[in-house]
């Protein structure tokens, strides 16, 4: 079966989406709630004990760091439902839990909601103005075939495991969500947004950093967002960085192929589940991203067919990614730069 086949059986098979997921999209304040008791709650508990342990014991305050960079996912996740408007009933409400969680997260809500949302709708699209947002800035075989040396150099640093796991979360967290480098249709209105988000975040941390002490402060900061910045860098390029991917130009792009084939399901234990929220049942979150994170599982499991076509990667499949550097587009996939240099052989030989 060609690949063009296969599109048209997906699209074909998912014709009745919307009706399938539709009873799933209703939020519940109860849950909402326990959700927020069981996240928060334990990540305060575990930040406080991180101070207390300070005076004795770097080693246990850096492994529950580690604890708590879990938390803090768990309370991203709640976030980032908020920032789609699927996490509570009310919008007061919403917007209030959104901007509260952005304190421990450090992420801007209403910015890094509207970015979000924008990588939502152009989820796999090649265009250079929409590519990088929401996913890591990926090349094409023939961009990075037309880069000089240097180019080519700096394309490699840049997807190295180690600056795409370690610094880059880092400089994401500190300088890219601070300043608002994306310019949408409005950019004054766009600023202002970031503006304001940042202040809600960096007061509290003022505040927090004279009554507690700056070095103890940020130390413990430090430590918990270091480590939710790699889980967090880690899961998006999973989601969207899997070998058989879909990546096209407008004019090609579907919906629905985008997110069915462009996003992954990430099978983890049951504990892993609970602290990333079923993010990663990606793919039924880009079909619908108003489905809120405690009803992804049951969609999940009720509605196999959502679930037929997409690429299931395990943690050990996660890692094995890291590799993947460049799309290629003849072959629609995901390659390495072993396999760029060896098919670079084979071009200029014939």
Not at 85 to 97: H, P, T
Not at 212 to 222: C, L, P, S, T
Not at 265 to 276: G, V
Request: net charge positive; aromatic share 20%; glycine share 4%.
């Amino acid at each position: 079966m060609t690949q063009q086949n296969d599109d048209q059986e997906i699209v074909e098979s998912l014709k009745n989406w919307k009706s399938i997921i539709a009873k799933y999209k209703k939020k519940s304040t109860k849950k909402a709630i326990g959700q927020m008791a069981s996240s928060f709650l334990p990540f305060i508990a575990v930040w406080a004990l991180m101070y207390f342990t300070l005076d004795f014991s770097l080693i246990l305050t850096f492994l529950l760091g580690i604890v708590n960079a879990f938390f803090l996912v768990r309370i991203f996740i709640i976030q980032h439902d908020c920032g789609h408007n699927s996490f509570i009933k009310s919008q007061k409400a919403s917007n209030f839990i959104g901007y509260f969680c952005s304190v421990f997260s450090f992420l801007p809500f209403k910015y890094w909601a509207e970015t979000h949302t924008f990588h939502h709708g152009h989820n796999g699209q090649l265009e250079k103005n929409v590519r990088q947002v929401g996913d890591l800035p990926t090349l094409t075989v023939e961009e990075f075939r037309a880069k000089n040396w240097w180019g080519k150099f700096k394309y490699k640093v840049f997807r190295s495991p180690i600056v795409i796991f370690v610094i880059a979360p880092a400089y994401y967290l500190i300088i890219t969500t601070k300043y608002p480098f994306l310019k949408f249709n409005n950019w004054k209105r766009t600023t202002y947004l970031l503006i304001k988000d940042n202040i809600v975040m960096i007061v509290p941390y003022l505040v927090l950093g004279y009554l507690i002490g700056w070095a103890d402060f940020f130390a413990v900061q430090f430590i918990i967002l270091f480590f939710f910045g790699i889980i967090a860098f880690w899961f998006f390029y999973v989601q969207h960085q899997h070998e058989f991917s879909y990546k096209k130009w407008k004019e090609e792009w579907n919906f629905v192929l985008s997110a069915i084939k462009g996003s992954s399901y990430i099978k983890l234990p049951r504990i892993m589940e609970w602290f990333t929220g079923h993010i990663g049942i990606h793919h039924i979150h880009h079909l619908n991203s108003r489905i809120p994170n405690y009803n992804l599982k049951k969609c999940f499991t009720e509605n196999k067919i959502l679930s037929k076509y997409v690429t299931t990667l395990s943690f050990k499949d996660g890692l094995k990614m890291m590799f993947h550097k460049l799309w290629d587009e003849e072959q629609q996939r995901m390659i390495t730069f072993r396999e760029y240099y060896r098919l670079e052989k084979v071009r200029v030989a014939s």
